[in-house]
């Protein structure tokens, strides 16, 4: 179906983007063979990351070609093995698995498989160690209210400690539930949203969003969300940490 006239919810600003699924260009990447791979943050937009959107049929897969990089790979739908080497993990729907640098690795699929990716170059930090791999699902990670409030949950998928550069959050916001300030922090976010709607402020604009949905926020940029609609509105997102 065309978009009519021309029209789309997709934006690209200075310090922010939102990006809709209908208008994603997927394409062949030298880290997956065998996918399609939308690259939908990149430092070509001024991003300081990568997130990449993977989908792996049966014949793809996943390999290192960056060493000094880090990835968070979250599983949207369906399974994959993470072959280390030395252990296989599988992560199925839901599921994580955090590669530090340097980790070798290959991820396969038996079926089919969509993930999302974080990637960045990992910042080291004078006397701490390189981070460890992690694997985890989201379902097992605790849920806090934030700032108090018990409408609007969030989850570190990451432990908040110095040797971590990046922390990966998911929120899940009740109905009506919202930030409680309009934000504004060095850090900057890359985000998509996982279940629901609502309205996220960016800069001076406010813009419409939905499941499928994917949001860059330069470092600065003034940050709000509400939750619409009668589902709550669940988002996982990207921030740089514990670096000056
Ligand atoms: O962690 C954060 O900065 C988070 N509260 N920002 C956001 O959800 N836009
Ligand atoms: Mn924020």
């Known amino acids: 179906m065309h978009d009519l006239l021309g029209q789309t919810r997709s ?4 310090h922010y983007a939102l990006f809709t699924p209908q208008g994603l260009v ?14 939908v943050i990149a ?7 990568t997130m990449l959107l993977v989908e ?14 880090e990835l ?3 599983v949207r739908s369906g399974s994959v093995q993470v072959d280390l080497n030395a252990q296989v993990v599988a992560v199925g729907e839901g599921g994580f698995v955090y590669l530090p640098p340097q980790q070798n690795y290959a991820i396969t699929t038996e079926c089919a498989a969509s993930l999302l990716i974080f990637q960045r170059r990992y910042t080291p930090l004078a006397g701490v160690a390189l981070p460890e791999l992690i694997a985890g699902h989201a379902h097992k990670v605790a849920c806090t209210p934030f700032l108090g409030d018990e ?7 990451l432990p908040a400690t110095p040797a971590f550069d990046l922390a990966v959050n998911i929120f899940t916001f009740q109905p009506g539930a919202a930030l409680p300030i ?6 900057e976010h890359g985000l998509l949203m996982l279940e629901g709607q609502g309205i996220y402020r960016l800069g001076d604009a ?7 949905d994917v949001i860059w926020m330069a470092p600065f940029c003034p940050q709000w969300f509400v939750a619409v609609g009668k589902v709550p509105a669940r988002y996982i997102y990207y921030k740089d940490v514990q670096r000056e």
């Open 182 to 187: 309009v934000e504004t922090h060095v850090m």
């Open 11 to 14: 934006i690209v600003r200075q």
């Open 151 to 157: 409408a609007a949950l969030l989850q570190t998928l």
């Open 26 to 39: 997927r394409a062949a990447h030298p880290a997956w063979p065998g996918a399609t791979c939308a690259v």
């Open 72 to 74: 968070l790979i979250f």
């Open 206 to 212: 406010w813009h419409p969003v939905q499941a499928g």
């Open 56 to 69: 792996l049929d049966a014949d793809g897969c996943g390999q290192r070609t960056q060493p000094a990089d």
């Open 43 to 49: 430092p070509a937009l001024g991003a300081r990351f």
